[in-house]
């Protein structure tokens, strides 16, 4: 009789293991679920395009972070809620329409050519693992002048707790020199993708808008994760002529480990934070 009694014991200890494991496991999301949202209005002044990957669990830890980062980019003004992703991209939608019209008329009132004012903005998940997700948000725009601009950048987001990074990605007090090698060979790589192959310090600094190529400063836009490494972003004048647009490329993890901070290290494939 003892012995039954401690075999039903031992089964009903194995069966509330096993139905704790399952319930783990099945609140356990690695995907980041989205809907893509739009505000589009385009007529014979305006051309306003707005495309937005919203997280459909805006209210989790990361979902929360990425509906913060899309409300601030856009202005930081709506202060209903971040849940309904629609209602927010309604309310900038409607904001920006107005204010091409104003900026359109503004032109016309003061006897210029009209033109179309134009504004495309869009956010898109670029890249998820089960640790991190990353985000690219582009704007594009005409509102008058010489010519348009266009900007890029992106955002990485830990997925366990929804922390964003920032230019801390990179740690504090490394050695410049080191990190300028690194941001060196990006650029001559971009500018070689770009059908203008360079190969010396000379060729590199004619193509830039800078005096010393030894001490190339980092993009004011923070850097951040790609599948394959680091990405680094140059707006439209930063460091070149508009015509050369933006400047990005990717500086491979095996390159750049050493000076990542611990805290991205741990989010990458074995292997690739060493």
């Known amino acids: 009789m003892q012995n039954i009694t401690r075999s039903l014991w031992l089964i009903s200890i194995c069966l509330l293991s096993m139905s704790l494991i399952a319930c783990k496991q099945a609140t356990i999301s690695t995907d980041v679920d989205i809907q893509t949202l739009s505000y589009k209005k385009t007529n014979n002044t305006i051309d306003l395009n707005i495309s937005c990957d919203y997280p459909i669990q805006a209210n989790s830890a990361v979902g929360n972070a990425i509906a913060e980062y899309i409300e601030e980019q856009m202005g930081g003004t709506y202060t209903h809620g971040l849940v309904n992703g629609d209602s927010l991209i309604n309310y900038y939608g409607q904001q920006l329409e107005k204010d091409l019209i104003e900026n359109a008329q503004e032109l016309i009132d003061a006897g210029a050519t009209p033109q179309i004012m134009y504004q495309h903005l869009s956010f898109t998940k670029e890249v998820e ?7 690219l948000f582009t704007s594009e725009s005409f509102l008058g002048g010489a010519h348009g601009m266009h900007t890029s950048q992106g955002v990485t987001f830990r997925k366990s707790d929804g922390r964003r990074f920032g230019h801390e990605l990179i740690r504090q007090y490394v050695d410049t020199k080191d990190i300028n090698s690194l941001l060196k060979e990006g650029l001559m790589r971009f500018f070689s993708d770009q059908n ?17 190529i030894n001490n190339i400063p980092l993009p004011s836009t923070p850097p951040y994760l790609t599948e394959k490494g680091v990405m680094f972003t140059y707006q439209p004048y930063e460091i070149a002529c508009y015509a050369t647009g933006i400047i990005s490329f990717v500086v491979p993890y095996y390159k750049i480990s050493d000076y990542l901070i611990p805290s991205i290290k741990s989010l990458l494939p074995q292997g690739q934070g060493k």
Not at 129 to 135: A, E, L, S
Request: proline share 8%; aromatic share 8%; hydrophobic share 30%.
């Open 129 to 135: 693992t089960p640790t991190y997700i990353t985000y």
């Open 196 to 212: 203008q192959p360079i190969s010396h310090d000379e060729d590199l600094k004619n193509m830039l808008l800078i005096d010393d």
